[in-house]
């Protein structure tokens, strides 16, 4: 590495360190204030309290990030060139390529960190804090578990599996209950189509019931509606449809495929999927959208326009990326286009402005 890139390699890290822990910093202030009055009237403890911010901090870095990187890149070349240092190197025969590939190489440097981070880190911290939240502050029922393939609950004798549940109309696909003795041995077992709580209960429906005596299967029968006794609840079921945004891109790949093979729809999935890849990419293209806006400016630029320009094109990028990625989970488009669109659209733009600056 050069002088000149380890120059503006340094330059970029400090501010880029400086962007990161600002922006940590406003979103748990933020979230703190939003959650202090609720965790308080829970009678949470406070180490408690703490752990649960602590376990937040990955998930906020990767959420920041691209926006971090896109407002680095802005104040970095902002600053060079408000201090004719650009126009130095310039007059040297040093190209803007050059002089942007430390950035760029930075850039992608932190989507591949953000990918990894999302498959390995995240998942973990993300059922610590969940489990943190519900059980160690809320003091919600622990005999609820989340896995990845399936929902599982115990309740006494009962033992229920399923394999999806549908927050909107409060059901549950693929249902299997088993019925215990006290020394826990199966008496029954229920397999049903879906079971659906209408506020009081759940009832099951299309339900196969098999009678087991002596670890045999004594007797079955074809039940169309059985109401069943479970204190599951549904706002404990809630939580099972934001854990698929904290699955890994492979995790969650494997969970569309099971859902397509047992014959559910998993379009809304597959578009969260994809978007476990674009999404980590979106550091390279804020840098690569970075670069051009800040260079255009000339000398005129610097910290209050970097800050400013950044906050923009952000917003911008996340809200574009939001409606096209909604678009996806709904089938308007296909899952692989709503997640790439809004890289590609802001690549465009960046390529445009690269052209016309030299021009």
């Known amino acids: ?26 979103y748990l202030v933020i979230d703190f204030l939003e959650k202090i009055s609720r965790f308080s009237q829970a009678h949470g403890k406070p180490q408690f309290i703490l752990l649960y911010f602590l376990c937040k901090i990955p998930a906020i870095v990767n959420q920041v990030m691209p926006l971090a990187v896109l407002m680095s890149t802005l104040l970095t070349l902002g600053i060079l060139s408000r201090s004719s240092e650009i126009i130095a190197m310039q007059s040297c025969g040093i190209s803007l390529k050059r002089i942007a590939k430390p950035l760029l190489v930075i850039a992608l440097s932190l989507s591949l960190f953000t990918f990894f981070s999302n498959e390995t880190i995240i ?58 003795t006290d020394q826990m041995q199966p008496a029954k077992r229920l397999e049903a189509e879906e079971g659906i ?5 759940w009832t099951l429906n299309n339900v196969v019931e098999r009678v087991i005596t002596n670890g045999k299967i ?34 969650l790949k494997r969970y569309t495929e099971k859902l397509r093979e047992a014959g559910y729809d998993a379009t809304r999935y597959q ?6 890849i674009s999404m980590p990419f979106a550091c390279l293209i804020m840098a690569f959208v970075g670069i051009p806006f800040s260079l255009r400016g000339g000398r005129s ?56 600056m030299h021009h």
């Open 218 to 251: 004594a007797e079955t029968r074809k039940i169309d509606t059985l109401p069943i006794s479970l204190n599951l609840k549904i706002n404990d079921l809630k939580v099972w449809d934001k854990y698929a945004d904290d699955m890994g891109f492979f995790k």
């Open 123 to 180: 998942p973990n911290t993300s059922q610590k804090l969940k489990y943190v939240e519900e059980v160690l502050i809320q003091g919600k029922n622990p005999s609820t578990f989340f896995r990845l393939n399936n929902i599982w609950y115990r309740d006494e004798n009962y033992i229920l599996q399923a394999r999806l549940f549908i927050p909107t109309t409060r059901t549950l696909k693929g249902v299997t209950l088993w019925q215990t």
């Open 1 to 26: 590495m050069t002088v000149l890139s380890r120059y503006i390699t340094a330059t970029y890290l400090k501010l880029l360190g400086l962007t990161v822990g600002s922006f940590v910093a406003i």
């Open 301 to 356: 630029s610097g910290i209050a326009l970097g800050i400013g320009l950044s906050i923009g094109i952000g917003f911008a990028y996340f809200i574009i990326n939001a409606i096209l990625i909604s678009f996806g989970e709904t089938g308007i488009l296909p899952p692989l286009v709503s997640a790439w669109a809004a890289n590609f659209i802001f690549a465009l733009s960046a390529i445009w402005l690269t052209l016309t």
């Open 271 to 276: 578009a969260q999927m994809f978007a476990k």
């Open 197 to 201: 709580w209408n506020g009081q209960y």
